[in-house]
Nanobody
Framework: QAQLVESGGGSVQAGGSLRLSCVASGYTSRTNCMGWFRQAPGKEREGVATIVTGGGTDYTDYADSVKGRFTISQDNAKKTAYLQLNSLKPEDTAMYSC??????????????????WGQGTQVTVSS
């Protein structure tokens, strides 16, 4: 059972930046993709970014709402995934959680079948 622990959340003003980290432990060898999700009060969970390793290459995907502002990356040696949040907006306020899973090929591209989830870290952006 893989375990995921997020950190790096906090309160910032609009236009600010944060860097979220997600450290994986346990049966991490069974996972080859990671992602970040967020959920604001009263809203459904939203997929923010995904990173999938395939053929020695990292493939990334982003929600339209964060493209150009957020960047997902990973350090396999440290078993850590990161989410760099730039140009933050009040509507980015949410609980951010990371997830890990197994790579699959679907609809002509790599996707992630998420199996493990962290508890989350809160991001609050004030105007």
């Amino acid at each position: 059972q893989a375990q995921l622990v997020e950190s790096g959340g906090g309160s910032v003003q609009a236009g600010g930046s944060l860097r979220l980290s997600c450290v994986a432990s346990g049966y991490t060898s069974r996972t080859n993709c990671m992602g970040w999700f967020r959920q604001a009060p009263g809203k459904e969970r939203e997929g923010v970014a995904t990173i999938v390793t395939g053929g020695g290459t990292d493939y990334t995907d982003y929600a339209d709402s964060v493209k150009g502002r957020f960047t997902i990356s990973q350090d396999n040696a440290k078993k850590t995934a990161y989410l760099q949040l730039n140009s933050l907006k009040p509507e980015d306020t949410a609980m951010y959680s990371c997830a890990a899973g197994l790579r699959l090929w679907r609809s002509g591209r790599y996707q992630c079948d998420f199996r493990y989830w962290g508890q989350g870290t809160q991001v609050t952006v004030s105007s």
